[in-house]
């Protein structure tokens, strides 16, 4: 049964998971749009 048994480290573990995702989505999203300002005539 989920979330039964709490772990503090297991939990604290995937918070962590959680942010590294999100904080590789937005470095990801601000790379291309920074690209895409650098070099506006080049579309794929």
């Known amino acids: 049964m989920p979330a ?3 772990h503090p480290w ?6 962590l998971a ?3 995702a999100l904080a ?9 749009i920074w690209a895409s300002r650098r ?3 080049a579309r794929h």
């Open 24 to 32: 590789g989505v937005l470095i990801h999203a601000l790379g291309r």
């Open 4 to 6: 039964r048994d709490s």
């Open 39 to 41: 070099n506006p005539t």
């Open 18 to 20: 959680v942010a590294a």
């Open 10 to 15: 297991i939990d604290r573990l995937g918070w």
